[in-house]
């Protein structure tokens, strides 16, 4: 713990906890009160939900010392599509401690991964769940092909299916006037009263832009949050930062143009070399491009197919029909 106090005081960023589930380390409360201590920014906790009211006292403490720090809980599905897919009865007690969280004053973003036992009406009930519940964000999206979800890829959805129920959830929001803040996918969010549709690149920017060091519980260091294999591990915390770093800046080094146009790089992805929708999908997601088996330099598929196959229009024509 100390040593990620110390290298997180060094870099001057914030800390973004999540897991598998934080809340179930038992260090946790001593590295919350190693963050106070420090005076350090807590930007965020990810938690299933499950054992919020089990860490009131905890929780609030963090709220007092930041009640900017957002907390998401993942909650996917309604009821019995829910349940099924996270286990028996755990949808009523997530939805309970969500509020919780509410009471004590957090701002709490709902995650959703859309899965085959999800419906219509499961997207509905949700919605007006959230709605009257006043959360304050709901993102929505399909499920990286990694950790749990290896065991579970009979549950996947197919991305068009998972872009109209995008729409739906888009349709009831904007009915509704936009009760909460809204992510879905790659394609639209709606943060700060202000709509995003597409992500935009120039091509200096990197094909990794995320800008994350993630640390985990072992106190290996990768350069992706979604990576924790031994291959994509760069170091651990408690080595030399510098050589560290060293590492972590070639994955984020690469330029959308050096793919383009270093034959290294183009040779493996020249069906970017002319594509209009370049400055929209960036080269798409490096870690997207690893679980499809392209590896770092790869074409993203699924990125790609949101703009070849215009599975964005199912959104933007959502969009124009309701005037935004």
Same mark, same amino acid.
């Given at each position: 713990?100390?040593?990620?106090?110390?290298?997180?005081?060094?870099?001057?960023?914030?800390?973004? /906890?999540?897991?598998?589930?934080?809340?179930?380390?038992?260090?946790?409360?001593?590295?919350?009160?190693?963050?106070?201590?420090?005076?350090?920014?807590?930007?965020?906790? !990810?938690?299933?939900?499950?054992?919020?009211?089990?860490?009131?006292?905890?929780?609030k403490k963090i709220y007092n010392y930041?009640?900017?720090?957002?907390?998401?809980?993942?909650?996917?599905?309604?009821?019995?599509?829910?349940?099924? !897919?996270?286990?028996?009865?755990?949808?009523?007690?997530?939805? !309970?401690?969500?509020?919780?969280?509410?009471?004590? %004053?957090?701002?709490?973003?709902?995650?959703?991964?859309?899965?085959?036992?999800?419906s219509n009406g499961d997207i509905i #009930?949700?919605?007006?769940?959230?709605?009257?519940?006043?959360?304050?964000?709901?993102?929505?999206?399909?499920? !990286?092909?990694?950790?749990?979800?290896?065991?579970?890829?009979?549950?996947?959805?197919?991305?068009?299916?998972?872009?109209?129920?995008?729409?739906?959830?888009?349709?009831?929001?904007?009915?509704?006037?936009?009760?909460?803040?809204?992510?879905?996918?790659?394609?639209?969010?709606?943060l700060d009263n202000k709509f995003i549709?597409?992500?935009?690149?120039?091509?200096?920017?990197? /094909?990794?832009?995320?800008?994350?060091?993630?640390?985990?519980?072992?106190?290996?260091? #990768?350069?992706?949050?979604?990576?924790?294999?031994?291959?994509?591990?760069?170091?651990? /915390?408690?080595?030399?930062?510098?050589?560290?770093?060293?590492?972590?800046?070639?994955?984020?080094?690469?330029?959308?143009?050096?793919?383009?146009?270093?034959?290294?790089? $183009?040779?493996?992805?020249?069906?970017?070399?002319?594509?209009?929708? /370049?400055?929209?999908?960036?080269?798409? $997601?490096?870690?997207? #491009?690893?679980?499809?088996?392209? %590896?770092?330099?790869?074409?993203?598929?699924?990125? $790609? #197919?949101?703009?070849?196959?215009?599975?964005?229009?199912?959104?933007?024509?959502?969009?124009?029909?309701?005037?935004?």
């Amino acid at each position: 713990f100390f040593n990620i106090i110390n290298l997180t005081k060094k870099l001057n960023k914030p800390i973004d /906890i999540s897991g598998g589930e934080p809340l179930i380390h038992k260090g946790f409360p001593i590295f919350i009160d190693e963050v106070i201590k420090n005076n350090l920014i807590l930007s965020s906790i !990810f938690t299933n939900g499950t054992l919020v009211d089990k860490h009131i006292e905890l929780l609030k403490k963090i709220y007092n010392y930041n009640n900017n720090c957002r907390i998401y809980v993942s909650l996917d599905g309604f009821q019995n599509s829910h349940n099924k !897919f996270r286990g028996e009865n755990s949808f009523e007690k997530i939805l !309970f401690n969500a509020n919780l969280l509410k009471q004590i %004053g957090f701002k709490v973003s709902i995650n959703t991964i859309l899965h085959k036992g999800i419906s219509n009406g499961d997207i509905i #009930s949700m919605f007006e769940i959230l709605k009257s519940s006043k959360f304050d964000r709901w993102r929505v999206d399909t499920p !990286f092909n990694t950790g749990r979800w290896l065991h579970n890829q009979n549950l996947g959805l197919d991305l068009k299916d998972g872009f109209n129920i995008f729409a739906l959830i888009l349709k009831y929001w904007l009915i509704n006037k936009k009760p909460f803040e809204l992510e879905l996918n790659h394609t639209l969010k709606y943060l700060d009263n202000k709509f995003i549709f597409l992500d935009s690149f120039s091509k200096n920017d990197s /094909i990794c832009p995320c800008r994350i060091l993630t640390i985990w519980p072992n106190g290996n260091i #990768s350069w992706c949050q979604d990576l924790y294999e031994t291959e994509y591990i760069i170091g651990n /915390i408690s080595q030399n930062f510098d050589e560290i770093y060293e590492k972590y800046k070639f994955y984020k080094s690469i330029t959308i143009n050096d793919l383009l146009n270093n034959p290294e790089y $183009c040779t493996k992805n020249n069906e970017c070399l002319d594509c209009c929708f /370049i400055d929209n999908c960036g080269t798409g $997601c490096r870690g997207n #491009s690893i679980f499809q088996g392209k %590896g770092y330099l790869g074409l993203d598929d699924e990125i $790609c #197919s949101i703009y070849k196959n215009e599975y964005y229009k199912i959104i933007s024509d959502t969009l124009i029909k309701f005037n935004q």
